[in-house]
């Protein structure tokens, strides 16, 4: 089966085209920021509370969020989000522009970034199995995984060269132009898009909560599902704390501090991501993924773990990669399973809870991983981080229902 084969639906390959461009405007917009953080408050507490803001509305207002896609068209909400963002970005850089620009300005335009996102990303999750046959779903979400990494291999230098040529404001405005094109692959899929089928209490619902609490019994009457959303959340802090906050030191430590082993560290987990998307979209059919997705977790961990460990530069490279390929395999299956278990008019709900599991324990855990770099050094972190994965992806595999989901 190729990889590519869900881009012979139309209203899918519009919608793909706009969101790999978004992807890449995203991370353009991720390095951006960062650097006009430096260059005006050289403060790393400030760019820090950047992310605070940003992730604050994800928590808040996710499963609002998920409620809202289930019960409104999917297509306008995401239209919306899309204009909304482009409107944002496109205020940031005419004050970046105008040297007009202040660290509040950001922090606002990080919390709308946020509470839109707690929209769009249940939307998007929800939609694509509207728009694609069951079997090629493993095609969509793996091509939808390449528009992430896409973005985050051509956005940072993209962005480095947009900084060089006309600084931080041209960044800004390219950013603002990205959300606009994706509006416009949105709008074929207005008349094109299946009608969703939803039961009447669902129509009729007139409570937001009273919806949350049923998608919330929907998670908790399936412990694959409810098994997964917290072993993501807790290695939300073993994986992403080492790979997020502790690399660079790791590098300092191993490397003497060298930035090119740094950049190319960064570049080969994306590869690997990369690597493990086309092998899982090739597939029709995804046999055993209980197993398959843990193993993957356990791989994942193995991956990192390594990087903390005194092996040769082409180890290490090859654990990078190792933990990119592992990770995009786990992170495929479970779009899958979201996708065949959970009900059509409930998956927005369902994606929005998965949501607030991603986001709810990061905070925490790039404070934790920060505490033990400086206590117990970088090159401890990764292997501590790495292992406690393993363990968890273990114990998750004594449970029967993720033992026998296929």
């Given at each position: 089966?190729?990889?590519?084969?869900?881009?012979?639906?139309?209203?899918?390959?519009?919608?793909?085209?706009?969101?790999?461009?978004?992807?890449?405007?995203?991370?353009?917009?991720?390095?951006?920021?960062?650097?006009?953080?430096?260059?005006?408050?050289?403060?790393?507490?400030?760019?820090?509370?950047?992310?605070?803001?940003?992730?604050?509305?994800?928590?808040?207002?996710?499963?609002?969020?998920?409620?809202?896609?289930?019960?409104?068209?999917?297509?306008?909400?995401?239209?919306?989000?899309?204009?909304?963002?482009?409107?944002?970005?496109?205020?940031?850089?005419?004050?970046?522009?105008?040297?007009?620009?202040?660290?509040?300005?950001?922090?606002?335009?990080?919390?709308?970034?946020?509470?839109?996102?707690?929209?769009?990303?249940?939307?998007?999750?929800?939609?694509?199995?509207?728009?694609?046959?069951?079997?090629?779903?493993?095609?969509?979400?793996?091509?939808?995984?390449?528009?992430?990494?896409?973005?985050?291999?051509?956005?940072?230098?993209?962005?480095?060269?947009?900084?060089?040529?006309?600084?931080?404001?041209?960044?800004?405005?390219?950013?603002?132009?990205?959300?606009?094109?994706?509006?416009?692959?949105?709008?074929?899929?207005?008349?094109?898009?299946?009608?969703?089928?939803?039961?009447?209490?669902?129509?009729?619902?007139?409570?937001?909560?009273?919806?949350?609490?049923?998608?919330?019994?929907?998670?908790?009457?399936?412990?694959?599902?409810?098994?997964?959303?917290?072993?993501?959340?807790?290695?939300?802090?073993?994986?992403?704390?080492?790979?997020?906050?502790?690399?660079?030191?790791?590098?300092?430590?191993?490397?003497?501090?060298?930035?090119?082993?740094?950049?190319?560290?960064?570049?080969?987990?994306?590869?690997?991501?990369?690597?493990?998307?086309?092998w899982m979209g090739r597939k029709k059919v995804i046999r055993r993924r209980g197993l398959t997705s843990y193993l993957g977790l356990a791989l994942a961990g193995l991956g990192i773990a390594a990087l903390g460990l005194p092996l040769p530069l082409v180890v290490i490279g090859l654990a990078a990669l190792?933990?990119?390929?592992?990770?995009?395999?786990?992170?495929?299956?479970?779009?899958?399973?979201?996708?065949?278990?959970?009900?059509?008019?409930?998956?927005?709900?369902?994606?929005?809870?998965?949501?607030?599991?991603?986001?709810?324990?990061?905070?925490?855990?790039?404070?934790?991983?920060?505490?033990?770099?400086?206590?117990?050094?970088?090159?401890?972190?990764?292997?501590?981080?790495?292992?406690?994965?393993?363990?968890?992806?273990?114990?998750?595999?004594?449970?029967?229902?993720?033992?026998?989901?296929?």
């Open positions: 089966m190729t990889f590519t084969r869900a881009l012979k639906y139309t209203p899918f390959a519009w919608l793909w085209s706009g969101q790999t461009l978004s992807r890449v405007g995203d991370f353009l917009y991720e390095v951006v920021l960062a650097w006009w953080v430096l260059e005006q408050t050289g403060s790393a507490l400030q760019m820090g509370m950047v992310l605070v803001f940003s992730l604050s509305p994800m928590v808040l207002f996710s499963l609002i969020g998920g409620v809202m896609v289930d019960r409104w068209p999917r297509i306008p909400i995401m239209i919306l989000s899309d204009c909304l963002r482009g409107v944002v970005v496109a205020v940031v850089a005419v004050m970046a522009l105008n040297q007009t620009l202040q660290i509040w300005h950001v922090y606002l335009a990080s919390l709308i970034f946020g509470l839109v996102d707690s929209f769009f990303q249940p939307a998007y999750t929800a939609l694509v199995p509207q728009l694609i046959g069951e079997d090629d779903l493993p095609s969509a979400n793996a091509l939808s995984s390449l528009s992430a990494q896409i973005g985050r291999i051509a956005g940072p230098a993209l962005a480095a060269g947009i900084i060089a040529l006309g600084g931080t404001g041209l960044g800004f405005v390219v950013n603002a132009g990205t959300f606009f094109v994706s509006t416009l692959c949105l709008l074929p899929l207005l008349k094109r898009l299946p009608r969703l089928s939803t039961t009447s209490s669902d129509e009729q619902a007139g409570r937001i909560w009273a919806e949350v609490k049923e998608g919330i019994s929907t998670v908790l009457g399936r412990p694959i599902l409810w098994i997964s959303i917290l072993i993501f959340a807790m290695t939300n802090i073993t994986l992403a704390g080492p790979y997020s906050v502790a690399m660079p030191f790791l590098v300092q430590e191993n490397f003497a501090g060298n930035v090119n082993m740094l950049g190319l560290l960064y570049a080969l987990f994306p590869i690997g991501y990369v690597l493990g998307g086309i190792l933990n990119g390929a592992a990770l995009e395999v786990n992170s495929l299956i479970w779009t899958n399973l979201l996708q065949v278990v959970v009900p059509a008019e409930k998956l927005g709900r369902v994606a929005s809870i998965d949501l607030l599991g991603s986001y709810l324990l990061l905070p925490l855990g790039f404070g934790l991983t920060g505490w033990a770099t400086d206590l117990l050094g970088a090159a401890t972190v990764f292997i501590i981080g790495g292992m406690m994965t393993v363990i968890m992806a273990g114990v998750a595999l004594l449970h029967p229902a993720i033992q026998q989901f296929d």
